[in-house]
């Protein structure tokens, strides 16, 4: 199967240690694009990308524009513990969401990492018990963690020191709508000291 692609992205960021991985928003965009050009180059055709929510949300939703395949989503849940810096149980949807038609053929199964990697295996079961139309199943994911039990079959980036990654979105974890306002001033404030 496709490994990482020999074209790679510097993450030049300089908190970037064997703990830590954090990656900025242009970054998180290439590793789509590299993550989507590796499944083009396999030469493997699908007919749907399911995404895992909430961290496959925007690998699906990007993928699922530069393909022009339809996107569905199943919403799973396993970071929880410790301001979402441990696992837990892993939940697993009951449904799949989808505009029409029900999950089959050739899946493209994408999350944004592979991490112990439960996540994944268990959902791939869970294809298989409740989807007898999925043909295939093949995962893709932007980081493969080396201490993951599951080897994705597309990766743009392996990690094998298993750092914490910091995704650019993560700043939105902590605000809550009755501090919106105060951080809505300190991020115009940091944009207009960057401006000057």
Not at 45 to 63: E, H, N, S, T, Y
Not at 160 to 169: G, R
Request: aromatic share 8%; with cysteine; net charge negative.
């Amino acid at each position: 199967m496709t490994q990482n692609n020999p074209m790679t992205l510097e993450m030049t960021d300089p908190r970037n240690d064997d703990r830590n991985l954090w990656v900025g928003w242009s970054e998180y965009h290439r590793l789509i694009e590299l993550l989507a050009l590796q499944v083009h180059e396999s030469g493997w055709k699908f007919d749907q990308i399911l995404c895992l929510a909430r961290g496959g949300l925007r690998v699906g939703d990007q993928l699922s524009r530069i393909y022009d395949v339809p996107l569905a989503i199943l919403a799973t849940s396993s970071y929880r513990e410790a301001a979402g810096r441990e696992q837990g149980q892993l939940d697993i949807a009951q449904y799949i969401t989808m505009t029409r038609g029900n999950l089959s053929g050739n899946v493209l199964l994408v999350d944004d990492l592979v991490d112990s990697g439960v996540t994944l295996a268990r959902v791939q079961e869970h294809l298989k018990e409740r989807y007898p139309s999925v043909t295939s199943v093949r995962s893709a994911v932007l980081w493969y963690k080396g201490c993951s039990k599951v080897q994705p079959d597309y990766y743009v980036q392996p990690l094998p020191t298993n750092p914490w990654i910091h995704q650019p979105f993560e700043e939105w974890d902590t605000v809550r709508p009755h501090n919106l306002e105060a951080w809505i001033k300190r991020g115009r404030a940091r944009r207009d000291g960057a401006d000057a």
